[in-house]
């Protein structure tokens, strides 16, 4: 037992950027399979999962950094802090997050710069909105009353539901014919 927590204390203070990392792939992956389950999928689309994957490896390490910098320019758990902390993410963060998260799973699936742009534009709006509604009560409890070296992972686990979300709104076949209307209409 001992030898595990020492494992744990080396992947949450040494190697915290890769832990946070890695965690972010494995939960960004496991909220796709949970996804493709839930829409009844009889075998799972594994290449699918992997570029979900993926862009765990890219907004694993951007968490990792602004998260640092977050707690670096405000430190502390006053109501102030916590409050300006949970709005520049919100503000900031999130817009920034669903942006590459669209993009690069995109680029990921060979789409055009157009049908990229397009898609961006049809589901930006809805995903940001949701994102109101679940990031800013689960960042206050992040900021109020998780120690700084496990803010990431915490965030990681609420985004494995986040990430059903997302998995959700980017294969949602319907809004295809949407994104064609986008992409007309900016011709």
Same mark, same amino acid.
């Given at each position: 037992?001992?030898?595990?927590?020492?494992?744990?204390? $080396?992947?949450?203070?040494?190697?915290?950027?890769?832990?946070?990392?890695?965690?972010?792939?494995?939960?960004?992956?496991?909220?796709?399979?949970?996804?493709? $389950?839930?829409?009844?999928?009889?075998?799972?689309?594994?290449?699918?999962?992997?570029?979900?994957?993926?862009?765990?490896?890219?907004?694993?390490?951007?968490?990792?950094?602004?998260?640092?910098?977050?707690?670096?320019?405000?430190?502390?758990?006053?109501?102030?802090?916590?409050?300006? %902390?949970?709005?520049?993410?919100?503000?900031?963060?999130?817009?920034?997050?669903?942006?590459?998260?669209?993009?690069?799973?995109?680029?990921?699936?060979?789409?055009?710069?157009?049908?990229?742009?397009?898609?961006?534009?049809? %589901?930006?709006?809805?995903?940001?909105?949701?994102?109101?509604?679940?990031?800013?009560?689960?960042?206050?409890?992040?900021?109020? /009353?998780?120690?700084?070296?496990?803010?990431?992972?915490?965030?990681?686990?609420?985004?494995?539901?986040?990430?059903?979300? /997302?998995?959700?709104? $980017?294969?949602?076949?319907?809004?295809?014919? %949407?994104?064609?209307?986008? %992409?007309?209409?900016?011709?």
């Amino acid at each position: 037992m001992a030898g595990f927590k020492r494992i744990i204390d $080396k992947l949450f203070s040494k190697h915290l950027a890769l832990t946070n990392t890695m965690t972010a792939v494995g939960l960004f992956s496991l909220g796709d399979v949970a996804e493709q $389950k839930f829409e009844g999928a009889e075998r799972i689309n594994w290449k699918r999962t992997a570029r979900m994957g993926a862009m765990g490896l890219v907004i694993g390490p951007i968490n990792h950094y602004w998260y640092t910098f977050l707690d670096k320019r405000w430190a502390g758990r006053s109501h102030r802090f916590v409050i300006t %902390k949970m709005l520049v993410d919100e503000i900031c963060m999130a817009p920034i997050s669903a942006t590459i998260f669209y993009l690069g799973m995109g680029v990921l699936e060979g789409k055009s710069r157009q049908d990229n742009v397009a898609e961006l534009k049809e %589901k930006f709006w809805p995903t940001y909105l949701m994102d109101w509604k679940v990031w800013p009560a689960a960042q206050l409890l992040n900021f109020y /009353l998780v120690p700084v070296h496990f803010r990431v992972l915490y965030v990681n686990f609420v985004t494995l539901c986040w990430n059903g979300f /997302l998995s959700y709104m $980017k294969h949602d076949s319907p809004s295809q014919a %949407k994104i064609e209307e986008v %992409k007309e209409k900016s011709l």
